[in-house]
């Protein structure tokens, strides 16, 4: 019998009231996800957060009065870092997505995502890693090199293998499925990943996407 999920405490950002809602009324349909604050602007959110100091999760709109949604994540990040951040937005493009990232968000949803999808993309975020529309992953992907092509930092020092599976690290793929389609074993997979993170320096898959930003393995 497998054990049950950790509940995790969410705080929804949104200046629309209506989508506050109805992002919340798609969240109470997981019962191990408690949405406790809302808030329609940055700062309500920061005071939101100083109430309730036991958030997991924040899901923010880029655009907002005030103060704009990357401006919040970044204060997010330096004041309560153990908050995940996610940004939900109706639309995206390069920029905006390096500078989510670039301030520490962990995520990058689009608001025409569903139910289940979301709740399980909170999961991964509160689990330490990335998640991304599928949109969003295909124009991060786009921006790293291709296989055999290397990088544009000499700071990586990358093999072509281990820039292959940085690309299906960046598709959220599993070791198993990458194992299945390099056709490898699942451990020679796990030892890249361990390879790639040592080389570039970093502790989890998220590092390794801010890290990609910074040494401009994702460039403009």
């Known amino acids: 019998m497998e054990a049950p999920l950790p509940e995790l405490s969410v705080l929804l950002v949104d200046d629309h009231q209506l989508v506050l809602e109805g992002v919340r009324s798609l969240l109470q349909l997981d019962t191990g996800l408690r949405v406790v604050a809302t808030a329609t602007s940055g700062p309500d959110a920061l005071e939101k957060l100083r109430a309730h100091p036991a958030i997991d999760v924040a899901l923010v709109d880029l655009h907002m009065p005030l103060m704009a949604g990357a401006e919040l994540i970044g204060h997010i990040r330096r004041q309560f870092p153990r908050v995940w951040v996610i940004a939900l937005s109706m639309d995206y493009d390069l920029a905006s997505v390096q500078e989510v990232l670039a301030a520490g968000g962990t995520g990058y949803l689009l608001k025409n995502l569903l139910g289940p999808e979301l709740t399980t993309a909170i999961r991964r975020v509160a689990a330490g890693n990335t ?13 790293l090199p291709r296989p055999g092509q290397p990088a544009t930092s000499p700071a990586a020092h990358l093999t072509p293998r281990e820039i292959e599976i940085l690309h299906f690290i960046a598709r959220e793929e ?47």
């Open 131 to 143: 998640s991304f529309s599928p949109e969003v992953a295909s124009l991060l992907l786009n921006q």
């Open 174 to 220: 599993s070791n198993l499925r990458i194992a299945d389609l390099l056709h490898i074993s699942e451990r020679t997979v796990e030892t890249h990943r361990k390879n790639i993170l040592t080389k570039t320096g970093c502790k989890s898959m998220v590092g390794l996407v801010q890290y990609a930003l910074r040494q401009k393995l994702i460039t403009l």
